[in-house]
């Protein structure tokens, strides 16, 4: 039992390298060690453990499955049903934080390569570019969209609607991205097409604790809500807690101190202190660029300290969510989700194209704009 859960740990070499990574920038930035747990943002750390255990309880109890299969057989072909949940996890992600979108859709996708043959990485990795497109567009899509509209005085309207244009956009070229890389094939359903058990007293459970958590995440008593959830696994089924990968929590800590060890390079601050003179197309490379490395929820923070929360700086940090793995926490989420070493390498291959295509259509978007 301990060794299922020191196993994720001793395997996950993407925490071993941002833990060689946080060594070498903490011989490079200035060693304060007591800042680092001021460095992690617990909200979120709190809000994934809460969701990563609700979520492994829905999948425990057997109920993916069964909605899978539902799902499924609706669809004739491939093509549709990829067309089908990649739109399902970009309007999730209008109205949910994106990470949560991940949570519902992913696992849910995974339960399809137990009924068809479908190319579920594929499926996967288009689902994450998805909930980056699509949590463009309003104001609670995704963290870095609520920390502009806080500080753009925008009322929820007049942010989504001088967001519309890029997301529409960007959401519009993903389908038919994904038109072309999902074949018009027939699915072809496995032979042991039986009928699945699941256990609705877990389910039930799992909504009650999903709307306690929720409610105590409003009230700002995460902490209280993640305990009611963890003691609630607890007593009625501690298969889920143990079944988890808790390694990802990590990840994220060890990433947020990497990242505020970033910020904290001379180098960098040095390089930060002209900002304010850059031109368009300049500030406008630059949100996209931070947001590569360090993510852009927090090159948000960091250029919210120089700039003003301008319609330029959103799209620059929205599209910096494409590209590389680090440029947003979704990719990670759902990468980790596939648990599959494979897919860390294919996200890229359409990940960057759609990085480029997205800045060419934003920087377009946005010298519009300033001619209107």
Same mark, same amino acid.
């Given at each position: 039992?301990?060794?299922?859960? !020191?196993?994720?740990?001793?395997?996950?070499?993407?925490? &071993?390298?941002?833990?060689?990574?946080?060594?070498?920038?903490?011989?490079?930035?200035?060693?304060?060690?007591?800042?680092?747990v &001021?460095?992690?943002?617990?909200?979120?750390?709190?809000?994934?453990?809460?969701? +990563?255990?609700?979520?492994?309880?829905?999948e425990?109890?057997?109920?993916?499955?069964?909605?899978?299969?539902?799902?499924?057989k609706?669809?004739?072909?491939?093509?549709?049903?990829?067309?089908?949940?990649?739109?399902?996890?970009?309007?999730?992600?209008?109205?949910?934080?994106?990470?949560?979108?991940?949570?519902?859709?992913?696992?849910?996708?995974?339960?399809?390569?137990?009924?068809?043959?479908?190319?579920?990485?594929?499926?996967?990795?288009?689902?994450?570019?998805?909930?980056?497109?699509?949590?463009?567009?309003t104001?609670?899509?995704?963290?870095?969209?609520?920390?502009?509209?806080?500080?753009?005085?925008l009322?929820?309207?007049?942010?989504?609607?001088? +967001?519309?244009?890029?997301?529409?956009?960007?959401?519009?070229?993903?389908?038919?991205?994904?038109?072309?890389?999902?074949?018009?094939?027939?699915?072809?359903?496995?032979?042991?097409?039986?009928? &699945?058990?699941?256990?609705?007293?877990?389910?039930?459970?799992?909504?009650?604790?999903?709307?306690?958590?929720?409610?105590?995440?409003?009230?700002?008593?995460?902490? %209280?809500?993640?305990? !009611?959830?963890?003691?609630?696994?607890?007593?009625?089924?501690?298969?889920?807690?143990?079944?988890?990968?808790?390694?990802?929590?990590?990840?994220? +800590?060890?990433?947020?101190?990497?990242?505020?060890?970033?910020?904290?390079?001379?180098?960098?601050?040095?390089?930060?202190?002209?900002?304010?003179?850059?031109?368009?197309?300049?500030?406008?490379?630059?949100?996209?660029?931070?947001?590569?490395?360090?993510?852009?929820?927090?090159?948000?923070?960091?250029?919210?300290?120089?700039?003003?929360?301008?319609?330029?700086?959103?799209f620059?940090?929205?599209?910096?969510?494409?590209?590389?793995?680090?440029?947003?926490?979704?990719?990670?989420?759902?990468?980790? +989700?596939?648990?599959?070493?494979?897919?860390?390498?294919?996200? &890229?291959?359409?990940?960057?194209?759609?990085l480029? %295509?997205?800045?060419?259509?934003?920087?377009?978007?946005?010298?519009?704009?300033?001619?209107?």
């Amino acid at each position: 039992m301990l060794l299922n859960l !020191v196993r994720p740990f001793a395997r996950d070499r993407f925490l &071993h390298l941002l833990l060689i990574v946080g060594v070498i920038l903490s011989f490079i930035a200035p060693f304060q060690p007591q800042r680092w747990v &001021h460095a992690i943002d617990w909200h979120t750390i709190i809000t994934l453990a809460g969701l +990563m255990m609700l979520t492994k309880g829905v999948e425990l109890s057997g109920y993916f499955d069964v909605l899978g299969r539902r799902m499924v057989k609706r669809f004739d072909n491939e093509r549709t049903l990829a067309l089908f949940l990649v739109s399902a996890a970009a309007l999730l992600s209008t109205f949910l934080i994106n990470d949560v979108a991940l949570f519902i859709i992913v696992p849910l996708t995974i339960t399809l390569k137990k009924l068809c043959a479908i190319p579920i990485n594929r499926l996967i990795i288009f689902e994450a570019l998805a909930v980056n497109a699509g949590s463009m567009l309003t104001p609670i899509g995704n963290p870095q969209n609520i920390l502009l509209w806080g500080r753009s005085g925008l009322s929820f309207g007049a942010f989504t609607w001088q +967001m519309a244009p890029i997301a529409l956009a960007i959401m519009l070229s993903l389908l038919v991205l994904c038109w072309f890389c999902f074949p018009n094939k027939k699915l072809v359903y496995h032979a042991h097409d039986k009928r &699945h058990d699941w256990q609705p007293r877990l389910v039930l459970s799992c909504v009650a604790f999903y709307v306690i958590f929720i409610v105590a995440l409003e009230l700002k008593l995460e902490i %209280w809500g993640l305990a !009611v959830v963890a003691v609630g696994f607890l007593l009625l089924a501690r298969r889920v807690l143990l079944s988890i990968d808790w390694s990802l929590l990590l990840v994220f +800590m060890v990433m947020f101190i990497d990242v505020y060890l970033i910020t904290q390079l001379p180098v960098l601050q040095h390089a930060l202190a002209g900002i304010n003179q850059l031109s368009t197309g300049g500030l406008f490379a630059l949100g996209i660029g931070l947001s590569q490395f360090i993510s852009n929820v927090p090159s948000t923070i960091l250029l919210l300290n120089y700039v003003p929360a301008s319609v330029l700086l959103a799209f620059a940090v929205n599209i910096g969510g494409f590209g590389l793995l680090p440029g947003s926490l979704a990719n990670l989420i759902a990468l980790r +989700m596939a648990n599959d070493r494979r897919i860390w390498i294919r996200f &890229h291959y359409y990940s960057l194209p759609m990085l480029l %295509w997205a800045a060419a259509l934003g920087y377009g978007l946005l010298l519009l704009l300033k001619q209107i």
